[in-house]
């Protein structure tokens, strides 16, 4: 085996910071395919992050306007940021990490999917009440401080379930069928 150093289009060296280690053709056949079974879960991985990056900019977006902005109850707002981000986590989810193009499933897809998402809701909210609860009874009034608090507990539900869902979504999910 030997590492190969692969070239960008541009032809700037690529691998100097992560090389990339491929089998070489006359390599044993189970070990081509362990690196390749590796490459596509870390495709899928870092794909599975990014969604959850960009999820969480629009649900924390949503949570800081409802609450802050608005002046919503922030388990409300939790609600509301939750189901407005779960839309696009789902669809990018689906077609980009997993690479799905058929037509979703209800009950084999998308319920369990909204289910997963309802179930880190349900954490966040818990989470998130009971902070803004805490918050009111320490009379700390800064907008600011509540609204970071706020979110730590908000993210914090969802931190604890995404492991768990991303093997659900590998391997039941979006399984290869």
């Not at 070489?24 to 899928?44: C, E, G, I, Y």
Request: charged letters at 15%; glycine letters at 6%; a positive charge.
């Amino acid at each position: 085996m030997e590492t190969l150093i692969k070239r960008s289009s541009d032809g700037l060296d690529t691998g100097a910071m992560t090389p990339t280690v491929e089998a070489r053709s006359d390599a044993p056949p189970f070990l081509r395919t362990l690196l390749q079974s590796r490459s596509v879960l870390v495709r899928k991985v870092s794909r599975c992050l990014s969604v959850s990056v960009l999820t969480t900019v629009i649900s924390v977006t949503t949570l800081v306007v409802a609450t802050a902005g608005l002046g919503m109850a922030a388990w409300v707002a939790n609600i509301t940021a939750t189901s407005i981000a779960t839309i696009p986590s789902y669809h990018l989810n689906r077609r980009w990490t997993w690479g799905r193009r058929d037509d979703s499933d209800l009950w084999r897809e998308l319920v369990p999917f909204w289910a997963l998402s309802f179930l880190g809701l349900l954490l966040s909210t818990i989470a998130v009440a009971l902070t803004d609860g805490w918050m009111h009874d320490l009379h700390i009034g800064s907008e600011v401080v509540r609204t970071g608090a706020i979110l730590a507990a908000h993210l914090s539900g969802f931190a604890i379930l995404w492991v768990a869902q991303f093997v659900l979504l590998d391997r039941v999910l979006f399984a290869d069928r």
